[in-house]
T-cell receptor, first 117, second 116 residues
Framework: GAVVSQHPSRVICKSGTSVKIECRSL??????MFWYRQFPKQSLMLMAT?????????EQGVEKDKFLINHASLTLSTLTVTSAHPEDSSFYIC?????????????FGPGTRLTVT | GDSVTQMEGPVTLSEEAFLTINCTYT??????LFWYVQYPGEGLQLLLK?????DKGSNKGFEATYRKETTSFHLEKGSVQVSDSAVYFC???????????????FGTGTQLKVEL
């Protein structure tokens, strides 16, 4: 099946700094990518939908100025957590959508564990 | 709005036991239904799916049948293995074939622990 990669897999940063997470679709082109946040023992919370070449659509309650999303190409989307604080510590998962013979299908990256100290 | 309800875990079973993880949904129209699996420290992988009523999705010994009358999509496996230990997420999406802004709605996940 299609593969989505994320980098880095783990990152530790100090409070007040910014962190960039990359999401790549390795063997298909994705016009749409999604960014999720997962808290321990909880479900995935959709943060935003990223469309190539246009601004991301953020879910209600997600600060667009804090979580900057860029989808500059059909295979790469980035999430930048700006001025990170300990409460931003979480598991961030990206997903890329591919059009198959059976319709659209979403493939998930392995996730990035962010710890803000 | 759309919602997915799963049984709370963790579910702890002995190897070769029968598994059922319940999932019910609320959605307008005719959603497509999915089960995703998340192994420790990893992202989600699609386990199986069903796109219309009475469809049965199956993969790796797991099965789930789309029951519109009971709005359910329960996950079953006849004989679990230790390697099946993971978190299982039920999810739905509407109008999957047209894409265009449709979003997956996830349940809260059910942790499965299989012991020898």
């Amino acid at each position: 099946g299609a593969v989505v990669s994320q980098h880095p897999s783990r990152v530790i940063c100090k409070s007040g700094t910014s962190v960039k997470i990359e999401c790549r679709s390795l063997d298909f082109q994705a016009t749409t990518m999604f960014w999720y946040r997962q808290f321990p023992k909880q479900s995935l919370m959709l943060m935003a939908t990223s469309n190539e070449g246009s601004k991301a659509t953020y879910e209600q309650g997600v600060e667009k100025d804090k979580f900057l999303i860029n989808h500059a190409s059909l295979t790469l989307s980035t999430l930048t957590v700006t001025s990170a604080h300990p409460e931003d510590s979480s598991f961030y998962i990206c997903s890329a959508r591919d059009l198959t013979d059976e319709g659209y299908e979403q493939y998930f990256g392995p996730g990035t564990r962010l710890t803000v100290t | 709005g759309d919602s997915v309800t799963q049984m709370e875990g963790p579910v702890t079973l002995s190897e070769e036991a029968f598994l059922t993880i319940n999932c019910t949904y609320t959605a307008t129209g005719y959603p497509s239904l999915f089960w995703y699996v998340q192994y420790p420290g990893e992202g989600l992988q699609l386990l199986l799916k069903a796109t219309k009523a009475d469809d049965k999705g199956s993969n790796k010994g797991f099965e789930a049948t789309y029951r519109k009358e009971t709005t359910s999509f329960h996950l079953e496996k006849g004989s679990v293995q230790v390697s099946d230990s993971a978190v299982y997420f039920c999810a739905l999406i509407r109008n999957v074939l047209t894409g265009g802004g449709n979003k997956l709605t996830f349940g809260t996940g059910t942790q499965l622990k299989v012991e020898l």
